[in-house]
């Protein structure tokens, strides 16, 4: 690209503004990689976390179904009284421009127990309420795991514009100044010269 261009002062005082442009451009899109990669890892916490409690809510939920099942029977027609979920909704937020989800299950009487007194046990409300904790925990779970996967894939694409800045267009124009800098000097110290001599004919004269 240098050998392209034109040694002018006018070309130069652009180049170097290129320059500067590209560096700040550099380092903006490397602050934005360090904020999203940080939202990404308290994120990744956040799941393993969320993970932890569904996995503790499975295992209480399922050994009280056994014991419900044990003294109940296998509770087949309870289950059919459970309401469907039709709650959920999405929004979004953004973060550093990245567009990430936010489920969220409106309030409602899904904690009150659907069967009645008779026909259950104590087991089996609270094998229902903690089968409520696990799917609350798995729409969390699930905009948690949406979102790293959103920045992740914003982060990678940060990285890529970051290194064509750092390793193309910074380079180049370094290049360039340097090229159009060294011919204007060269040329300068040509003019220079030139006056001497000329300076030397006429005072001989």
Do not use: W
């Not at 990744?44 to 409690?53: F, G, L, M, P, V």
């Not at 729409?139 to 959103?150: D, I, K, N, R």
Request: glycine share 4%; net charge positive; charged share 30%.
């Amino acid at each position: 690209m240098s050998n392209q261009v034109v040694p002018t002062k006018g070309n130069l005082i652009s180049a170097k503004k290129s320059l500067q442009l590209s560096k700040l451009g550099f380092e903006l899109l490397d602050r934005k990689r360090n904020i999203l990669i940080r939202e990404m890892m308290e994120l990744i916490d956040r799941a393993e976390s969320i993970q932890n409690k569904i996995d503790s809510a499975y295992s209480e939920a399922y050994l009280l179904l056994q014991k419900a099942n044990i003294a109940l029977g296998i509770c087949k027609e309870l289950s059919g009284t459970v309401p469907e979920e039709d709650g959920l909704s999405l929004s979004l937020k953004s973060v550093m421009g990245v567009e990430i989800p936010i489920l969220s299950i409106k309030e409602s009487k899904e904690h009150e127990v659907p069967f009645g007194l008779y026909s259950s046990n104590s087991d089996l409300d609270k094998a229902y309420r903690k089968f409520i904790e696990v799917k609350l925990f798995t729409v969390e779970l699930a905009e948690v795991e949406s979102s790293v996967y959103l920045l992740a894939d914003a982060v990678k694409k940060t990285q890529k514009r970051a290194n064509a800045l750092k390793n193309i267009m910074i380079p180049r124009f370094e290049g360039t100044v340097k090229f159009i800098s060294n011919a204007l000097e060269e040329k300068e110290r040509e003019e220079f010269s030139r006056l001497k001599v000329m300076k030397k004919i006429y005072k001989d004269r």
